[in-house]
Structure formats: structure tokens, C-alpha cells
Nanobody, 115 residues
Framework: QVQFVESGGDLVQPGRSLRLSCAAS????????MAWYRQAPGKQRELVAT???????HYTDSVKGRFTLSRDNAKNTVYLQMNSLKPEDTAVYYC?????????WGQGTQVTVSS
């Protein structure tokens, strides 16, 4: 059974940075394409960024040039470096596989961008 635990969320001012972490249990982590998703209040969950087992990344247009996704297979951890944060980045951020597996959703980590 694979579990993901997200951390690193915080309340920050616009323009600041945060790094989110997603720690995975399970020995098969390294074969998954991993993804970060986010859900803002009153909105559907959206895909933010993905990274393949070969470290190929893809970003939704709204975060391109600001967010960077990386993975450390030795630590079973995926990172999302978020720079130049905007109020519209406010959301609960989740990691999961791509496609997402229902049983793998964690609690997420809250990111709030506000002055």
C-alpha cells in the first residue's frame, strides 16, 4: 500500500517562495509518474505539475517559470519549489500519481498567499 504525506505549506506574502515535499511509502515509488494537484476554495482540483520516472516535467500554464518539480527516488520524495507566489496560488496542495489513484490521496498541505 502506497501512502503520500505532503508538507511545507504555509502563509506567505505575494512574491515569496515555498518548497513543498511529498514523502511516499512503498518501494515502487520510483516507477510512478508523480504529480502535484491543488484545490482552491470553491473550485475543482486541478493538475499543477508532473514528473516522470525519467525526470521529464510538465507544468500547467499558470505556474510555468515559477514552479519547479523534482524527485529524489532514494528518499522516495517529490518536491515542488514555488517561487513568485501569487494570491491565486492559494489552495490545498496534494501529491499523487498520474493518473491519480483514489486510494493514494493524502491530507494535502495548505498554501495561502496573502499580504
Amino acid at each position: 500500500q502506497v501512502q503520500f504525506v505532503e508538507s511545507g505549506g504555509d502563509l506567505v506574502q505575494p512574491g515569496r517562495s515555498l518548497r513543498l515535499s511529498c514523502a511516499a511509502s512503498g518501494s515502487i515509488f520510483k516507477i510512478y509518474t508523480m504529480a502535484w494537484y491543488r484545490q482552491a476554495p470553491g473550485k475543482q482540483r486541478e493538475l499543477v505539475a508532473t514528473i516522470t520516472s525519467g525526470d521529464n516535467t510538465h507544468y500547467t500554464d499558470s505556474v510555468k517559470g515559477r514552479f519547479t518539480l523534482s524527485r529524489d527516488n532514494a528518499k522516495n520524495t517529490v518536491y515542488l519549489q514555488m517561487n513568485s507566489l501569487k494570491p491565486e496560488d492559494t489552495a490545498v496542495y496534494y501529491c499523487n500519481t498520474l493518473p491519480a489513484r483514489v486510494n493514494y490521496w493524502g491530507q494535502g498541505t495548505q498554501v495561502t498567499v496573502s499580504s
